[in-house]
């Protein structure tokens, strides 16, 4: 049997092909649903086509309000734990230094640990110090959980790095800011820049922890939670679309110019 | 600004010693380089010739000592304010920047805006005008090695470091780099300092050569005098190959007389270390290719004079110019000998019984109290290194 | 900069030199903003709720410390269905990725050729719609009278599902399988992209090497790429168990009361009951158990730099 013998042949890209599959469904049902008109309060039966949540994606009270918040707290969650993280990852590779154990393990533990028992903790602690909770504490927190990520992040570009490459910037006379500027920098961009990326999106659709410390603020994941108690609006399905579309055309066009450029540089 | 060479811009190192914690890997040391000379240290991986290299850079801190370059101290000094430039092994080139933004990283940390011209100039002396806007990936070994040599020249140091610059090259290429910067050290006129474990490359290249091993220069000379006389066992078996004998000396004189494997070995007393007394032992060493090789049945066509080793030939192997012969011998060690390919014996084989011979005046003594095997190919030279 | 300016009058006296302090402290001026806010904002937490879980009292009177350790054995008889359930849903979505997401893994890093960053592109683009969106699409798609559902009874698979105690009624959302699924989806992207990396790093020649060497490409699987992808698949197994272990929101959304798993009994405890001595022993219990498996497990495959 011809069509048997293939299928063997090629069981590893048809199995992986389905997983593929098995992860996109949700995103196109997502899609599929914010052409939805849906009777009632829930979004989650099909029942006729219609343009309306898209011709009005902010229709919902609070929905681009707490999009904008989220925004915003992954904006500086980002910023924060990056600037931070990196100086951990230059210091972890470069130096050496006492309790280099006891730092690995500080950021090891942050992922080591379920988000649950993070997010409680830091509620008892807020709640003992007196804070008031609200973007203040979800920063805070949000910084917390980024830091790891981001070092991991970096460390792995930095440690690829060859050290000679400094000295030989120094060698060429430039001093220690000029050659962190003109040749550290540089070499390490790709992985603080990965290391932000993974920070914006972790801050972004972080749910557990904001959900603890966030008082009675609102965070664009909060909203989707309490819609799915109350009823879901189609908006939400829009901005989810909308989402997806526009990350995986940044990422084509990132793809598409630095392609361009090797060809380019290779002539 | 630093192109100003005035006489005496000599490199001194005096009592220039590096520790790591217990482990030391430079001993205090005291070397000059004179201006404009093309120096060479020379020794196995971890011998501490590259620490030495990069505390003249600036790039290691001196645990104890000085640099000084021109008479001028410059110990203090960070590398960015040294007039003395690197290449690197592996050469560290930045991969972000193209080749002639490469070349112009000196000159711009030194706020100099036009730099073209010189650029165009360092790109033509090395021979790679073509590829001024590649980026260093986008070269081979060969080119890249040029870019690093370049991109250290165009500042005009006092001294250009070279850190094992060609250890990446396949040997065709190596030997024509080494041409190549040789061509380019006496069209510069600067001091070269030159890292390397290839003693080839060495005495090819340097006018002056120090050889290294643990922390210490061996010897330092020129070339051909390391060559024809070493003054340690490191020294005769890490540069070329040397036969040891070992033997017990009978008489001390303008001649020293030695007994070794029932036979006795002649040699100048001038070539031996002193002091030397009768009844002492002493290494005698011979160049494989300074010795002769005869079939026993011969033995009487060997002028009178020669100093004679009789064995067997356990191993031949032919390579072109010569075939390198391996002796069972009566002086107990296994002996190497190097025949030109001009009239081959057609007896020399495995097997055969030979006498060796040479002019005593090729013979070298070494101090007995060292070890035989120092530096030899077969324990760690340069071979196991590379 | 400062060090001996002036040369030493004679080399003999020469003193020896030491890194300046300045530099020497460098790393840990590096070092201090990052660790201080993870040690203010994660391991003093940790301290604030060790307490808490020690302390008794009520909001009206405040809580005080009375090492009342008999919290632990009571959020541990009260709520050790949840504790099982939590361990055995997430060791369940563990397995499931492992094995889903490795042919994708393999084919990303193998078979791809010119699709290879497509591929890439869309194991992480779901990253961009918030999960909880994500998350409610498996409403619609498990729903009842869906699809899917109609499918798998038509072919009686859920008659077999209920047999096992997987799903109820002939339906599949409210039920432990609708979780499991929610779980393994959420956190296959954490299990790919270290297997992935791990993969990627692998030689081909080592494939045409085993090969060369008598090995059928099943036997060079086995002795070769599996062995060779293990940091990854500890890695990946690690980052999926250990949030799937204290996730709610599948157990919320998807399941039903039976269903819940100890997060949502934290979550509970801790912003409905307010009953903070509870919550804090029930996470830290969580933590204590998480960590245990994570260094047991560890510890066994042998592989100590995850980070």
């Known amino acids: ?267 | 600004m630093t192109q100003q060479q005035t006489e005496g811009g000599d490199v001194r190192l005096t009592g220039i010693s590096k520790t790591y914690g217990s482990f030391t890997a430079v001993h205090p040391l005291d070397l000059t380089v004179p201006q404009g000379s093309f120096f060479a240290l020379l020794g196995a991986s971890g011998c501490g010739k590259t620490t030495t290299l990069r505390m003249i850079a600036g790039l290691e801190e001196a645990t104890t000592g000085t640099v000084s370059l021109g008479g001028r101290d410059i110990t203090g000094l960070p590398p960015y304010k040294r007039p003395v430039n690197t290449v690197f092994q592996s050469y560290a080139l930045f991969p972000h920047l193209d080749v002639s933004e490469n070349i112009a990283f000196g000159l711009r940390r030194r706020g100099i805006r036009s730099v073209s011209r010189q650029v165009g100039e360092m790109l033509d002396l090395v021979q790679l005008g073509d590829f001024a806007r590649r980026k260093p990936h986008q070269l081979s070994g060969g080119q890249q090695q040029r870019v690093a040599v370049a991109r250290a020249l165009i500042n005009h140091p006092q001294v250009l470091l070279l850190d094992e610059p060609l250890g990446a090259l396949d040997l065709k290429l190596r030997r024509r780099m080494q041409l190549e910067l040789k061509r380019i050290q006496t069209e510069v006129g600067i001091t070269f300092i030159h890292v390397t474990h290839d003693q080839e490359e060495a005495m090819t290249m340097a006018d002056t050569v120090a050889v290294m091993n643990g922390g210490r220069v061996e010897q330092l000379g020129a070339p051909a005098d390391l060559y024809e006389n070493p003054r340690t066992t490191f020294v005769a078996n890490f540069l070329g190959t040397s036969n040891l004998i070992e033997g017990e000396i009978v008489s001390a004189g303008t001649d020293v007389v030695v007994a070794a494997g029932g036979g006795k070995l002649t040699l100048p007393g001038g070539r031996c270390p002193s002091p030397v007394r009768s009844g002492g032992k002493l290494l005698v060493g011979i160049r494989p290719e300074k010795m002769s090789l005869t079939h026993t049945d011969d033995a009487d066509r060997i002028p009178e004079g020669r100093n004679r080793v009789t064995g067997r030939i356990t191993d031949s192997s032919f390579i072109g110019v010569s075939t390198q012969y391996v002796v069972e011998s009566t002086a107990g060690t296994a002996l190497q000998v190097y025949e030109q390919n001009i009239e081959r014996d057609s007896r020399f084989q495995p097997g055969a019984e030979v006498i060796l011979h040479w002019n005593p005046g090729h013979t070298f003594g070494l101090d007995a109290a060292q070890s035989i095997d120092a530096g030899a190919a077969g324990a760690d030279g340069p071979e196991a290194v590379a | ?307």
């Open chain 3, 1 to 307: 900069m400062s060090v001996t300016k002036a040369p030493p009058a004679h080399p003999a006296e020469a003193a020896v030199r030491k890194p300046s302090t300045r530099r020497r402290l460098v790393p840990y001026w590096l070092l201090l903003p990052g660790i201080l806010w993870l040690l203010v904002f994660f391991a003093l937490p940790m301290v604030y709720q060790a307490s808490t879980s020690v302390q008794t009292g009520s909001l009206e009177k405040g809580f005080e410390v009375t090492w009342h350790v008999r919290t632990y054995w009571d959020a541990l008889t009260d709520y050790y269905p949840q504790f099982v359930r939590s361990l055995l849903y997430a060791g369940t979505a563990t397995l499931l990725c492992l094995l889903l997401g490795y042919p994708l893994a393999y084919l990303i890093a193998f078979k791809a050729g010119r699709w290879r960053n497509l591929v890439l592109v869309l194991v992480v683009a779901p990253f961009f719609t918030s999960f909880l969106i994500r998350t409610l699409a498996w409403k619609t798609i498990l729903a009842d009278g869906g699809a899917v559902v109609d499918a798998l009874n038509t072919l009686h698979v859920l008659d077999v599902t209920a047999w096992l105690g997987w799903t109820e009624n002939n339906r599949i959302l409210a039920t432990p399988m609708a979780v499991v699924c929610g779980l393994t989806y959420n956190f296959l992207p954490f299990m790919i992209l270290p297997l992935y990396t791990s993969l990627e790093r692998i030689d081909g020649r080592l494939h045409e090497a085993a090969g060369d060497l008598y090995a059928t490409p099943a036997t060079t699987f086995r002795k070769v790429t599996l062995p060779l992808s293990m940091p990854g698949v500890v890695s990946g197994t690690l980052l999926t168990f250990i949030p799937a272990s204290g996730d709610y929101v599948n157990a919320e959304l998807l399941g039903s009361a039976d269903t819940k798993m100890v997060g949502s009994v934290i979550q509970t405890q801790f912003l409905r009951v307010l009953d903070y001595p509870t919550a804090a022993a029930l996470s830290f219990i969580l933590m204590a158990v998480v960590l245990l498996v994570v260094t047991v497990y560890i510890r066994r495959s042998g592989t100590e730099d995850l980070v």
């Open chain 1, 1 to 267: 049997m011809p069509v048997l013998r293939w299928i063997r042949r090629n069981l590893v890209v048809l199995a992986g092909l389905l997983t593929l599959a098995y992860m996109i469904l949700p995103n196109v049902v997502v899609m599929v649903f914010s052409f939805n008109r849906p009777k009632g309060r829930f979004n989650y039966a099909w029942q006729e086509f219609s343009l309306d949540a898209w011709s009005d994606p902010c229709g919902v009270a609070d929905l681009c309000g707490s999009l904008s918040l989220s925004l915003r707290i992954a904006f500086w969650a980002t910023a924060g734990a990056t600037a931070l993280g990196t100086m951990i990852a230059f210091a972890l590779v470069r130096y050496r230094f006492r309790a280099r154990g006891a730092v690995n393990s500080l950021i090891f533990l942050p992922m080591a640990m379920p988000e649950v028992v993070m997010a409680a903790s830091l509620l008892t602690l807020f709640l003992n110090m007196g804070a008031e909770l609200g973007f203040w504490t979800v920063l805070i927190a949000h910084i917390m959980f980024c830091l790891s990520f981001v070092v991991t992040a970096v460390k792995a570009r930095v440690m690829s790095m060859d050290p000679r490459l400094e000295e030989a910037a120094r060698d060429l006379y430039a001093g220690p800011v000029q050659t962190f500027v003109r040749v550290t920098l540089p070499i390490a961009a790709p992985g603080i820049a990965a290391g932000a990326l993974l920070a914006f999106a972790l801050s972004f659709d972080d749910f557990i922890i904001t959900n603890f410390n966030a008082g009675s603020t609102v965070t664009f994941p909060m909203f989707v939670w309490g819609s799915a108690q109350r009823g879901t609006p189609v908006q939400i399905n829009v901005i989810g679309t909308a989402m997806f579309v526009i990350a995986v055309a940044v990422v084509l066009a990132g793809q598409l110019v630095a392609n361009r450029r090797k060809s380019n540089a290779g002539k």
